[in-house]
């Protein structure tokens, strides 16, 4: 048992390979577009990071855009796209939920629920998200406090689901240069300050393709549980953060960089 986690991520992933005595999931990779764009996407992209070892899909079908002309996301019709997918390449997925409305249709066709920065405040959702037993994936609201966070967590796990893994994507500072400034020294805090598993959102903690390598590094050496990469068969054409999102080949080439380091 590599995890002592309050929620195990191992334990967890163990059902999704019913059929395989053992896996060695040493940290957690979850990898996967930002948004759903349509059903052959997904399904080029589910079994393209199958083959490479990834453990979790990622994908969103409800976009919190900054700007609202922009894409929004396929909303109920990629939640469906998502449930297909995971059926047809036994992989678990992972979307955003953005309001307490959408939930229960959420719920019943996806496997863990995204939190995402810009909902880390919502209470209301917080506390619905409460009320299921789903694997909730917490981000760090994009100026909030490891204190905040944890009391956005808490939330969460005082409405009856301690299935709770928080999610380090970085925070608003005065630097420019980067998306955001991903602080890494959450993550031993978070490891010293609770038992919640906590996986490193390099992509968006970043936006720099060339920086995601050495992020993830540091952010598996910080003692994170595993790492979010935003990955696209095509980033020149991506709906939502193509900038930062590697193609295959480069996150087949990360991966196996990582692996070498850390021995996923
Ligand atoms: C995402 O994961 O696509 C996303 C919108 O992330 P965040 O909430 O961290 O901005
Ligand atoms: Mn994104």
Known sequence: MIYE????????????????????IKKVIIAGPCSVESYEQMDKTAEFLKKVGVNILRGGAYKPRTCPTTFQGLEEEGIKILNKIRKKHNIPVIT?????????????????????SRNMYNYSLLKAVGKTKKPVLLKRGMSATVNEWLKAAEYIVSGGNDNVILCERGIRTFETYTRNTLDLASVAIIKKESNFPIIVDPSHGTGIPYLIKPMSKAALASGADGIMI??????SEALSDGKQSLNFEDFQYLLSELSSFVNI
């Open 5 to 24: 986690d309050k929620f195990s991520i191992e334990k967890f992933l163990r059902q999704f390979h019913k059929d395989e005595k053992e896996i060695n």
């Open 230 to 235: 935003e990955v696209h068969h095509n980033p």
């Open 96 to 116: 955003e939920i953005m309001d307490v409305e959408t939930l229960d249709f959420v719920s019943e066709n996806v496997d863990i629920l995204q939190i995402g």
